[in-house]
């Protein structure tokens, strides 16, 4: 069995603790790691648009809080647009019970999936967000 000096070896850290990135072998030529796998990455939004295996979707606008009685920033801050490829997504309700339903726009969803661009995903989760209906909570009255 070949071991290596604990001198020789590079120690990168990672989000997630210490991670081994490469190690020197006994002739000094790096020996590479596997890359640590990416993240999920986890978005909240409204379908603007649905095209084959692909759907945009917008998250909301951001403000910022304030405590009452205090200046508030007048800023908003956009939200983003994403391209997310759902061709081998599994879709759920929001009780988490798997569903059939084909995405439409307008449709409020939470995408789990990997990056693939700046604002590109692959889904792998699509969750439909149950939203309550205008009659089922009536707003106050304005007698």
Avoid: N, W
Avoid at 44 to 58: C, K, L, P
Avoid at 90 to 98: A, K, Q
Avoid at 122 to 127: D, F, K, P, Q
């Amino acid at each position: 069995m070949t071991t290596i000096p604990y001198s020789r070896l590079i120690i990168g850290l990672a989000s997630c603790g210490f991670l081994l990135a490469g190690a020197l072998d006994a002739s000094g030529v790096r020996v590479a790691a596997a890359p640590a796998p990416a993240p999920p990455v986890v978005i909240q939004g409204q379908v603007t648009a649905a095209h084959g295996t692909s759907i945009s979707v917008r998250t909301p606008d951001q403000r910022p809080s304030c405590a009452l009685g205090q200046m508030c920033p007048m800023y908003i801050i956009a939200g983003g647009a994403f391209t997310v490829d759902i061709a081998h997504a599994v879709y759920e309700s929001s009780t988490g019970r798997p569903i059939s339903d084909k995405l439409t726009v307008g449709l409020h969803v939470i995408v789990v999936g990997a990056a693939t661009g700046a604002h590109a995903l692959r889904a792998s989760v699509v969750e439909r967000i149950a939203m309550p209906s205008a009659t089922a909570t009536p707003g106050p009255s304005t007698k």
